[in-house]
């Protein structure tokens, strides 16, 4: 299955700012995921990200907050904007493998906001 | 609502033993079950997928069964080693065009004594 690259692996932010975390997957995917892990918690869908269409987001998410872009079929951003410490968390992509139906995880983006 | 539920948050069991791992859900019909492996700082690994038209899945030490009746899938890693040591997470797939997406359980973390 191909390799998926996330970074940075962690930041420590000021609040009020925005972050950029990039996935690289080494070949073509269809669809890509982004995630949040909060402290505890289990991993909750933010959006889901296909090349050449807007992001479909989920419930309690939203594009202003959360702006994603999928330029390529081996690339996709998430910007988390204007940052709180309540969006301190860990945020992960994913894609899913057309051949097992399995999906595969980037090594995650830890985020802290001061 | 849609809810998944793992119902032990730590299990601890002695090396050699088997660890059985419970994932039931409510108000949801998956296409696909699967579990994965999370370690700390890391994003989870994909282990095994079940089809709601299968009984049961092996992988080498891991079995996975899956009751569409009862909403239940159980995990099984037979002669268990510290090695197995980590979260394990249960995730639902309702499978088809817009609806691949995952929805995770909060995991049940899993200790192998020596």
């Known amino acids: 299955s191909a390799v998926i690259s996330q970074k940075p692996s962690r930041d420590i932010c000021q609040r009020g700012t925005s972050l950029t975390i990039q996935c690289q997957v080494d070949s073509q995917v269809t669809m890509m995921f982004w995630y949040r892990q909060q402290p505890g918690q289990s991993l909750t869908l933010i959006a889901t990200a296909n090349q050449g269409s807007e992001a479909t987001y989920e419930s309690g998410f939203v594009i202003d907050k959360f702006p994603i872009s999928r330029p390529n079929l081996t690339f996709s951003t998430l910007t988390v904007s204007n940052m709180s410490p309540e969006d301190s968390s860990i945020y992960l992509c994913?894609?899913?493998?057309?051949?097992?139906?399995?999906?595969?995880f980037g090594s995650g983006t830890r985020l802290t906001v001061v | 609502s849609q809810k998944i539920e793992q119902n032990s948050e730590a299990l601890n069991i002695q090396e050699g033993k088997t660890a059985t791992l419970t994932c039931n859900y409510t108000n949801y019909s998956p296409a696909y079950l699967q579990w994965y492996r999370q370690d700390p700082g890391r994003g989870p690994v994909f282990l095994l997928l079940i089809r709601e038209n299968e009984k049961e899945k092996r992988k080498e030490r891991l079995k996975v069964t899956f009751d569409t009746t009862l909403k239940q899938s159980l995990f099984h890693i037979t002669a268990s080693q510290p090695a197995d040591s980590a979260t394990y997470l249960c995730?639902?797939?309702?499978?088809?065009?817009?609806?691949?997406?995952?929805?995770f359980g909060k995991g049940t973390l899993l200790t192998v004594n020596p």
């Open positions: 994913s894609y899913r493998r057309e051949e097992s139906y399995g999906y595969t």
């Open positions: 995730a639902l797939d309702k499978g088809g065009g817009s609806n691949y997406k995952l929805t």
